[in-house]
């Protein structure tokens, strides 16, 4: 707890749930809200298949969200519930927690949002309870012969309900029980501090423990709990049903007195300043039930499996040897139909066949994939009740009980949901499964652009591949596709390639080698085109194997590593033009010379080359300045040809000039660039400690500056070596981009 918030020092407990700042707890991250009730749902789906297909027993399995009254507001946590209900998800459990509240004031001020959300989940086929009362009521609520308590609760809106917790006894007394006389004399007898005290069912320990007794043993349908509760309950006038509870961040003396004696927690108020954490004595009952209650749910923390027992041999390549050669002469193929032919061979594996879990949008004809129907069937947990219209031909649409196609209908965000329950399979059920999310590329990253940050933050392993990606192929739709490139760009999970036919398999087989020895976390490529060419033979290339990747651990060191070249980025060769004539004018990526070869660098790829090595070298003040490779940069400038389908804005900004590339860009043309670390994901601590972790206070801007001015020789290197002393600033600290 004294961590709590405090990152940069690698102790720190984190607020927002982040495997990847506390990879043996979290497992995930909801934080952007609507996403957490989506992706439970397909989850929960994704363990009942995993269980109709024999891969695992999931048969004792829940799965529980808690979500807040104001994020039901979000489409996404309503969006799916009808799927919920359809495939009959009995092992799913949602808990609304229905303060009447979210950040800036009432959920449904003139309205009652518990009633309102009863009729959509009730509406859509779910089982819904509501847990709206405390035992207090009980007693009020059996002398309520003629339903005049009952009406008053009915008309109050959920304005007026917070207002009442907002204030005293006296208050509700006055303007909830004294509009009817009746309800008044039932009260009579009460103090101002009872009538105050009448509990919402959400604070009253005994009423949630039936309400979860019931929704966990509810069969047949999805349940969800409706439960009132008071935003900020405990907090007294601090905060307590006031619209200011969300950004409440501290208590004056008064409210923690006002805590203490609520719960009951027996510190002295001498004592209190200080605020002293207390614990139980070990024999007290309330701590031998919690240790008991502890072991009988299997520990003390949630742990979350960063690796699954289970190891899988990638298929050797000679397998693949169908897709591995060149087209016969006349004969042509897309990059789509490829990819097709290749996951049919990886379908035929015995082992990792049936981990592969091909996820459709209703565009599997679009790609040619609907061969996958007949042959693997598509999971429906009704199976097939109707005689389908094609039948009668060798690929009609069969379901099936045991079906291992995800089809998700026109549904980009469940695609990606189930995607990432596939992904995140590993570690979530122990089961290494292999999913290929197949979208329509203009249809892709823009509409699941925040959930693929999730299954960043999860460390999701798989395949998304954006289907009918060329230019040529989608003529008018070609600025819509070429956004949805630019919105994965910036994400910094996914690696982003663009193969050409006979590349597709060294990048996937490196993927997937890194997928299936799950020490790194790789998160999936985009390729596919529809656009028919011949193919040549595979071409020479250096094997893909881990070592090119760009997440090597050595990597996460100050200085990159690599050799003489520098060519630690360099990825496998990639590029969407493979018709070998062309190739050349119209490549979509640069050549750099890596080491022993020639490979290709696709352009994203090499704007990340760029930005991992700008900066570095700081720290090292003897050493060149290697800001960007020489080569990368002389692709970047020259060879790049502003033709290919994905060059255009990122040609643009690798000439800007705050760009990576220290290229003096059309902005600031005489401006000499600096750029410091480059950074990658966020994390929480104090301003300083996180300016410090980021490599931008002071200190660094001085070094960073003396440096730029010692490699043009206006210094003497040994200038910058002295600020580094001088600033205490530990030359092995990781660098932020990796950390
Ligand atoms: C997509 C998204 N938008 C905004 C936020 C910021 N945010 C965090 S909590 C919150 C209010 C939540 O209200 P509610 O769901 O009612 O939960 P409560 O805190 O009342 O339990 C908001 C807007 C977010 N986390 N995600
Ligand atoms: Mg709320």
Redesign the pocket.
Known sequence: MLNFRQEVGGKGLSSYPHPKLMPAFWQFPT?????GPLMAIYQARFLKYLHARGIADTSKRKVWVF????????PESLGAIGLAAREKLDNLIFVV????????GP?RGNGKIIQELEGEFRGSGWNVIKLIWGSNWDPLLARDKDGALRKIMMDTLDGDYQAFKANEGAFVRKHFFGRDPRTLEMVAKMSDSDVWNLRRGGHDAQKVYAAFHRATNHTGQPTVLLVK?V?GWGMGSAGEGKNT??QTKKLTDDDIKFFRDRFNIPVADSDLPSLPFYKPADDTPEMKYLHERRAALGGYLPKRRAKADEQFTVPSIETFQPVLDATVEGREISTTQAFVRFLTILLRDKALGPRVVPILVDEARTFGMEGLFRQIGIYNPAGQNYTPVDKDQVMYYREDKAGQVLQEGINEPGGMSSWIAAATSYSTNNRIMVPFYVYYSMFGFQRIG?LAWAAGDMQARGFLLGGTSGRRHLGAHHAERRRAAARRRPQPHPGQHDPELHQLRPELRARGRRDLAPRLEAHGGEAGQRLLLPHAAQRELPDAGPQAGDRRPDHQRHVPAGGKHGQNAARQPAGQRHDPAREHRRQGAARVRVGSGRQRLELPELQRAGARRAGCGTLEPAAPNRGTPRAVRRAATRKVRRRGDRVDRLHEELRRADSPFHAKGPHLPRARHRRLRPQRLGRSDFRSKLREHFEINRHYIVVSALKALADEGALPVTKVAEAIAKYGIDADKINPLYA
């Open positions: 934080v952007s809200m609507g996403l979500c807040g009254d104001g994020e039901m507001d979000e927690n229905c303060n009447l509240q979210r950040l800036d959920v509760t935003k509870a969300h925040d």
